[in-house]
Nanobody, 123 residues
């Protein structure tokens, strides 16, 4: 099995900063793309940022210049540094990983999600 465990959420004032972290553990061969998504109650989950194994990144327009995604391939972790936070950044943030697992001597890609961490930005 594979587990993603997030940490670092919390309450922060507008203009402040937070860093989210996610670590992947379990039985897998490697991790391809890792990313962060966010979702409001009753809303759709939306992409925040993704990062490939070689460090190529993609950001939602709403967070460009304010958020930075990074990863440590050796430690199977991905982080999201969030700065200049706004009240509209208030969401539950989820870590996602595209994981390669070996099944019956073949490799397959699976998607896994973390349990989510709440980020609340007060005005």
């Amino acid at each position: 099995q594979v587990q993603l465990v997030e940490s670092g959420g919390g309450l922060v004032q507008a203009g402040g900063s937070l860093t989210l972290s996610c670590v992947a553990t379990g039985d897998f061969v490697r991790i391809n793309i890792m990313g962060w998504y966010r979702q409001a109650p009753g809303g759709q989950r939306e992409l925040v940022a993704t990062i490939t194994t070689d460090g190529s990144t993609k950001y939602a327009d709403s967070v460009k210049g304010r958020f930075t995604i990074s990863r440590d391939n050796a430690k199977n972790t991905v982080s999201l540094e969030m700065s200049s936070l706004k009240p509209e950044d208030t969401f539950v943030y989820y870590c996602k990983a595209e994981v390669i697992r070996s099944v019956a001597y073949n490799e397959y890609q699976f998607q896994y999600w973390g349990q989510g961490t709440q980020v609340t930005v007060s005005s």
